[in-house]
C-alpha cells in the first residue's frame, strides 16, 4: 500500500519535472501512432466510403472480412507483421524489424480495419441519398464523393479517433515487431510492461497516468462528436 | 423533353411510356395512386435511373449515354427528392451547391443566392443552419437550392407531403412565382389532386406504371376521357 502511495507520488514528480526518459517515451508513441493513423485514415477512408455507397448485399463478403479484422487480437496482427519483416519473410530485405518503421507498419495493419469499418457504417446510413442530391444539384464524381464524406464527417472523425485510441493503448504488436528497445523502440505501453517487471513502479505508473489521460481527452472528444452528430 | 417507348423494370416492370412529352414553361402535375410509378418516372426525366429500354429527347436531341452528356444535361434540371435531403451546413451554402458545381466564381454566387434568397422569402434564414428548419422551410430552401442555378426544368416530388396548410400556400406560390418570373418548366408530383388542380397547367395521371391520361387540368377534373381517371380525380377508390 505504502509503495503504491510511493509510487504515485513519485509518478507526477517525474510527470511534471517532464522527465527526459518519461518525455521520450511519450513523444515516440504519440509520433508512432499519429503517423499510423494518418497512413490508415488516408487508406480507410476512401475505401470505408466506396464500400459504404455500395448496397449492403453486394460487400457481405468484404464486410465480414473487415470486421473480422477490426476484432483481430492486436499480438495476432503484431505476429503477421512480424513474419513479413522477419529476416526469412517476403520484406526482411528492407530491414525494418525493430524499428519505429515497423511499429508503424503493425498499428497501420490494426488500425486501417477499424477506420475503414466505422467509415462505412457512418456512410451506409444516409449516403447513397447525398450522393443523388449532390449528382442531381450537377455536382461531378468527386464533389460527390466529397460531400458524401462531408455529410458524414462525425461519424468518420468517431472512426478516426476510435483507431488512435486502439492503437496508442494497444501493447502486443509494437512489442514484438519494436522489440522495446530502450530510446528507440521503447513506447509507454511496452515501457510499462517492462518498468512493472523490474519493480519500476513509478515511470510504470506515471506512463499509466498519461495514457489514462490520452484517454479520458480521446473519449471526451469521442463523446462530444457524438452529441453534436445526434443533433444533426 | 420527350420520352419515347421507356420502361423500366426492377424484378418487374414498374413503368412504361409510350410517349410523353414537356413543353416549355407549363407546370404538370402527375397524379396517381402511391407506387404507381411518379417517383420512378421524376428520376427517369432527370437521368438519375437509366430506363431498361426506350429513346430520350431534349430539344429534339436523342440523348446518348456517355457520362458527359448526361452530366451537362442534368445540370439544366433540378429535382427536389420525395425525402428532401439537406446538406448539413448553412442555409447559404445549401442553396450555392450547384453554383459551386458548376465552378461559377464567388462573386456571381453570393449575387445569385442573395438575389434568390430575397425573392423567395428566405433572407432572413441564410445563416441558419439547415438541420434546424422547421418541415417547411426546409422544403423551401430545398426548392430554392434546385432553382438557384437556372434550371429549364424544375422536378419536384411531392414537395409538399406531410405540410401545414400555411406551408403548402407558401410552396404553391414560389412554386407559381418561380414558373412565372424564371420561365422554369415544372413537372410537380403530388398524390393531393386537389393541389394538381390548384397550380397545374397540364395534368398526368397514372396507374400502375401506364400513362392513363393526360390533358388539360381542366379536362382532366371536368371532363376525363376515362373512367379510371374520373373515379381517382373524385377521390373514389380504383382498382
Ligand atoms: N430501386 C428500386 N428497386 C426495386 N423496386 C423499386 C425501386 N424503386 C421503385 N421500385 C418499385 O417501383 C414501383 C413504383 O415506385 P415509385 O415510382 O416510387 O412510386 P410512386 O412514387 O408513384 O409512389 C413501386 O412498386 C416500387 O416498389
Ligand atoms: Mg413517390
Known amino acids: 500500500m505504502l509503495d503504491l502511495l510511493d509510487g504515485l507520488i513519485e509518478a507526477f514528480s517525474l510527470i511534471i519535472a517532464l522527465d527526459p526518459d518519461l518525455i521520450q517515451i511519450v513523444f515516440l508513441s504519440l509520433r508512432v501512432s499519429l503517423t499510423a493513423i494518418i497512413v490508415s485514415t488516408l487508406l480507410a477512408v476512401p475505401l470505408g ?46 530491414g525494418l524489424l525493430y524499428s519505429p518503421s515497423a511499429m508503424i ?23 447513397s ?41 494497444e501493447v502486443g504488436a509494437v512489442m514484438l515487431v519494436g522489440g522495446n528497445i530502450a530510446g528507440r523502440t521503447r513506447v509507454m505501453t511496452t515501457a510499462i510492461v517492462l518498468e512493472t517487471r523490474k519493480g519500476n513502479f513509478e515511470l510504470a505508473i506515471g506512463l499509466g497516468v498519461i495514457l ?4 479520458f481527452i480521446i473519449n471526451s472528444v469521442l463523446y462530444n462528436i457524438q452529441k453534436g452528430g445526434k443533433s444533426n | 423533353m420527350k420520352l419515347e417507348n421507356i420502361n423500366k423494370e426492377y424484378d418487374r416492370e414498374v413503368l412504361r411510356v409510350d410517349s410523353l ?7 404538370y402535375g402527375i397524379i396517381g395512386p402511391s407506387g404507381a410509378g411518379k417517383s420512378t418516372l421524376l428520376r427517369i426525366i432527370n437521368l438519375l435511373t437509366s430506363p431498361s429500354q426506350g429513346a430520350y429527347y431534349f430539344h429534339g436531341q436523342p440523348i446518348l449515354k456517355s457520362s458527359r452528356e448526361l452530366i451537362n444535361l442534368q445540370r439544366k434540371m433540378g429535382l427536389v427528392f420525395q425525402k ?68 429549364e426544368l424544375l422536378l ?53 406504371g401506364e400513362i392513363v391520361e393526360m390533358g388539360s387540368a381542366e379536362k382532366i377534373f371536368t371532363d376525363p376521357e376515362y373512367e379510371k381517371t374520373r373515379l381517382y380525380v373524385e377521390g373514389k377508390v380504383i382498382s
Open chain 1, 212 to 215: 489514462l489521460l490520452l484517454s
Open chain 1, 129 to 169: 441519398a447525398v450522393e443523388e442530391t449532390a449528382r442531381s444539384l450537377g455536382a461531378g464524381s468527386y464533389l460527390a464523393a466529397w460531400t458524401v464524406v462531408r455529410e458524414a464527417r462525425f461519424a468518420i472523425l468517431g472512426a478516426v479517433i476510435t483507431g488512435f485510441g486502439r492503437v496508442i493503448a
Open chain 1, 49 to 94: 466510403t466506396l464500400l459504404g455507397l455500395k448496397p449492403e448485399k453486394k460487400t457481405r463478403l468484404f464486410n465480414k472480412i473487415i470486421f473480422t479484422f477490426m476484432g483481430m487480437p492486436p499480438v495476432v496482427g503484431g505476429l503477421i507483421i512480424y513474419l513479413l519483416l522477419s529476416r526469412m519473410g517476403p520484406f526482411g530485405v528492407l
Open chain 2, 156 to 208: 419536384l416530388d411531392e414537395p409538399t407531403a406531410n405540410l401545414d396548410p400555411y406551408n403548402i400556400e407558401l410552396i404553391e406560390e414560389m412554386i407559381a412565382t418561380l414558373n412565372r418570373e424564371k420561365d422554369i418548366t415544372v413537372v410537380i408530383v403530388t398524390h393531393n389532386v386537389f393541389q394538381a388542380r390548384r397550380i397545374a397547367d397540364k395534368v398526368i395521371f397514372i396507374d400502375k
Open chain 1, 105 to 127: 507498419i503493425a498499428q497501420v495493419f490494426l488500425a486501417t480495419p477499424i477506420i475503414t469499418g466505422l467509415t462505412m457504417v457512418g456512410i451506409r446510413a444516409k449516403g
Open chain 2, 21 to 27: 412529352e414537356l413543353n416549355k414553361g407549363l407546370i
Open chain 2, 84 to 151: 428532401t435531403l439537406l446538406f448539413s451546413d448553412s442555409v447559404w451554402n445549401n442553396v450555392a451547391y450547384g453554383l459551386k458545381a458548376r465552378g461559377c466564381c464567388r462573386e456571381e454566387i453570393n449575387d445569385r443566392v442573395g438575389l434568390l434568397l430575397d425573392q423567395v422569402g428566405l433572407s432572413d434564414l441564410a445563416k441558419r443552419r439547415a438541420d434546424t428548419l422547421s418541415g417547411g422551410e426546409a422544403q423551401r430552401v430545398a426548392i430554392a437550392r434546385s432553382v438557384a442555378y437556372d434550371p
